[in-house]
């Protein structure tokens, strides 16, 4: 039996916003085999970009937009998680301090605001083992999400920048949204407030420019400890192989690009994991393709060769 053809109307395959790329005009769709090679300084292939999370989490949640990832759980005050966090801030940022130095890296530390003005002597502390400040919000409350009245992400904006510049003399260049959240403003909003770069889209392994200057330096979450350590319950070593695995398959497969580590002290700093990070931060460190490099340092070498 025959079956009739079916043919359709032309204009069924037509529409209106089909196009080569994504469904919002903010930068231009690009894979990266496409792009021009990146190289990075004394031609090493993989930048090893550490970026820790330096939170301090309210007792109580604001909800408003959403509560962030790891903040408080169970029934108010929620000493146990609150404590774990302060943790992070009074005894495991320091080892990771001890753990870069004896690697010999500097690390780029995403400081929610409220950090410096409660604890002026860490962030000091920080500032003058070399080590580069990314503005993150003001504190754990300070989520962005479309639907936050303008005026008000503008306003925490410029609260993070404003009080991190008096903390430490420098104005941030750099800035990580909690929970990579973003409004339909914010990059707007970040450039207009004088910040080079933001680590929110984690659709890449290399820097790209977003049409209006600004800069994204990719922060990928499916790497960071607490998606590997957190979220899927793996050990401390089983991350720190996975961070080696990550690196030799970015060295065999081209030259330029990023493994971001992205670490948080109450998480990585215990003490029964500390030893893994810092013994992968030295072999790293170690590696002939391997540059160490904070953010600022990474977007330099990237924007210098644009």
């Known amino acids: 039996m025959e079956r009739a053809a079916v043919t359709l109307d032309p204009t069924y395959l037509e529409y209106p916003k089909r196009r080569h790329g994504y469904d919002h005009d903010l930068y231009e769709w690009s894979a990266i085999h496409a792009r021009k090679p990146v190289i990075w300084p004394t031609n090493k292939s993989v930048a090893v970009w550490v970026c820790v999370s330096l939170e301090w989490f309210p007792i109580t949640p604001s909800d408003t ?12 005050p929620d000493y146990r998680h609150y404590t774990a966090r302060d943790y992070g801030n009074r005894v495991g940022v320091y080892r990771l301090l001890n753990a870069f130095a004896n690697a010999g890296v ?11 003005e409660r604890y002026p002597a860490l962030v000091a502390d920080i500032v003058s083992a070399g080590h580069e400040i990314i503005a993150h919000s003001t504190d754990m409350n300070g989520t962005i999400a479309t639907g936050l009245p303008l005026d008000a992400e503008r306003a925490l904006i410029a609260k993070s920048l404003d009080m991190l510049e008096r903390a ?26 004088g910040v080079r770069y933001c680590c929110d889209w984690v659709n890449d392994e290399l820097p790209y ?47 330029g690009r990023i493994l971001p580590l992205h670490v948080t002290p109450y998480i990585m700093a215990l003490p029964y994991r500390i030893g893994a990070l810092e013994d992968l931060l030295i072999e790293l460190a170690a590696r002939s393709q391997g540059w160490m490099a904070t953010g600022r340092e990474i977007i330099d070498a990237w924007e210098a060769q644009q």
Do not use: C
């Open 209 to 255: 420019r977003f049409k209006n200057g600004l800069i994204n330096l990719p922060l990928n979450h499916e790497l960071s400890d607490r998606q590997i350590i957190t979220v899927q319950q793996q050990s401390a070593d089983s991350y720190a192989q996975q961070m080696r695995d990550a690196f030799d398959w970015l060295v065999s497969e081209a030259t």
């Open 106 to 116: 500097q690390a780029s530390f995403a400081t929610n605001s409220v950090i410096a």
């Open 168 to 193: 430490t003399g420098t104005r941030p260049t750099g800035w990580l949204s909690i929970a990579r959240s973003q409004s339909w403003d914010t990059p707007d909003l970040l450039k207009r407030a």
């Open 65 to 76: 937009p959403f509560r962030a990832p790891g903040h408080m759980q169970t029934a108010y």
